[in-house]
C-alpha cells in the first residue's frame, strides 16, 4: 500500500516543524496508516493520554501542539516495541524521542518534568549510569519538595536497597564525549 494518509496541514510553521521532527527521527509519519500495533504493543500505552498510534495520527493532521503537550512523549519507556514491530517501518521510538526534545525547547512541559528530565541526564553523563538517591535528591531540592520520598527513601538506604554513593562505570570519558557531541548538534542537557 502507498502512502495512505495526505498530511493536512495548512500552516506553514506547522509543516516546518513536522518535517523537522520526522529529519531528527529519521523517520516518516506519511508511511503510518493507522493499523495500531504500535499501541497494541506499547507497555505503556495504558497510561498515556493518546496511545502512540493517535500521537502519529495528530503529527498527520498538523495537531504538533496536541502531540507535544501530551503526556503520552513523557509515559513512553523508549523500549522500540512499537518500532520493531510496525509494518510500515515508522520508528515511532525515535519520534516520540524528537518530540520530547521539541518539547522542552518549546517549554511545553511543566518545570518537574523538565527538571527531573535533566536530573537524568546529568547523572548519566558523570556517572554513565543513572544514580536513583542523588537523581531524587537534586529533583526534590531544585523543585522545592526537599522531604518527599523521604519516608520511602529512608528505608531503602538502610536496607542496601539504593546506594548512598553513586556507581560510576569505566568508559565515563568515552560518555562525556557523547554529550559533547549531541550538544554539538543541538541537543539538550
Ligand atoms: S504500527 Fe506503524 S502503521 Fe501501524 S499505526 Fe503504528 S505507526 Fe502506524
Ligand atoms: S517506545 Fe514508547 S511508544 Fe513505543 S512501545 Fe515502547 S513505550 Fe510504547
Redesign the pocket.
Known amino acids: 500500500m502507498g502512502n495512505s494518509v495526505l498530511l493536512s496541514p495548512t500552516d506553514n510553521n506547522q509543516k516546518a516543524l513536522i518535517k523537522k521532527l520526522e529529519q531528527e527521527a529519521g523517520t516518516s509519519i506519511s508511511?503510518?496508516?493507522?493499523?495500531?500495533?504500535?499501541?497494541a504493543g506499547c507497555p505503556a500505552a495504558f497510561a498515556m493520554d493518546y496511545p502512540?498510534?493517535q500521537v502519529?495520527r495528530m503529527l498527520q493532521l498538523g495537531l504538533t501542539d496536541m502531540a507535544l503537550n501530551s503526556n503520552s512523549i513523557w509515559i513512553c519507556a523508549s523500549c522500540e516495541t512499537?518500532s520493531s514491530?510496525?509494518?510500515?517501518g515508522?520508528d515511532?521510538a525515535s519520534l516520540m524521542d524528537t518530540m520530547r526534545r521539541e518539547a522542552l525547547k518549546r517549554g511545553k512541559t511543566d518545570k518537574k518534568v523538565a527538571e527531573f528530565n535533566k536530573a537524568f541526564l546529568s547523572n548519566v553523563k558523570n556517572f554513565g549510569r543513572t544514580f536513583e538517591a542523588g537523581l531524587l535528591l537534586r529533583h526534590n531540592l531544585v523543585t522545592g519538595q526537599p522531604f518527599k520520598d523521604m519516608e520511602l527513601g529512608l528505608p531503602m538506604l538502610k536496607r542496601g536497597k539504593a546506594s548512598p554513593l553513586p556507581h560510576m562505570i569505566k568508559g565515563r570519558q568515552e560518555m562525556k564525549k557523547i554529550f559533547e557531541r549531541v550538544n554539538q548538534f543541538g541537543g539538550e542537557q
Open positions: 508511511l503510518c496508516y493507522q493499523c495500531g500495533k504500535c499501541t502512540p498510534r502519529i512499537c514491530r510496525c509494518p510500515r515508522v515511532i
